[in-house]
């Protein structure tokens, strides 16, 4: 961590979600991803209430920390997310807080990206209110997959394959 700028004054605070969302299997990358979204807009990092017995090969590493409780910064620039699950399968994704992203926009892109921001938020905003006054689900699952049984093989085998939106039909179709 020295060759990154840390100093023990400047440790990296470990985030262990596991006390409060158990074995999700499935969901745990997401829920974890989550977690570290709120944590970028916020400047919250969680702390880890149920590690009380951090493991002493970890004592090594004096530039890794793990708050017990939550601790609140002036603000965080990126978060990196490791998933390690069943069946040996694992991941590691790093975050990094929208501000830097959108700092090295043009102001010309930076207008455009507002712009579609606030239709995006308009239609999301629309659509949760009508999920919660009834006219749909907020979750709405599918029946069936976007395409017909005979377009199953062309579908999965091409990389370039994507759904167009009907919007007479309300869903994806190839």
Known sequence: MEHLGRTPGLAVPAVCQKWLTAHPKGPAAAWMLNGVLQSLRTGIIPGNRNADNIAAELE?????????????????????????????????????????LLAALTREQLDEYR???????????????????????????????????EQEQQVYLNP?????????????RF
């Not at 910064?73 to 590691?92: C, D, N, Y």
């Not at 370039?160 to 994806?172: C, N």
């Open 60 to 100: 090594q590493f004096e530039y890794i920390m793990y708050p017990s409780r939550s601790l609140h910064t002036p603000g965080i620039k990126a978060g990196l997310m490791k998933s390690f699950g069943f069946g040996q399968v694992g991941g590691e994704l790093l975050v990094v807080h929208p501000d830097y």
């Open 115 to 149: 712009e579609k921001l606030v239709q995006r938020e308009a239609v999301s905003y629309r659509y949760w209110q009508d999920a919660l006054v009834g006219n749909h689900p907020f979750v709405q699952v599918k029946a069936e997959p976007p395409y017909a049984p």
């Open 160 to 172: 370039s394959a994507r759904a167009k939106y009907d919007s007479v039909a309300g869903q994806y």
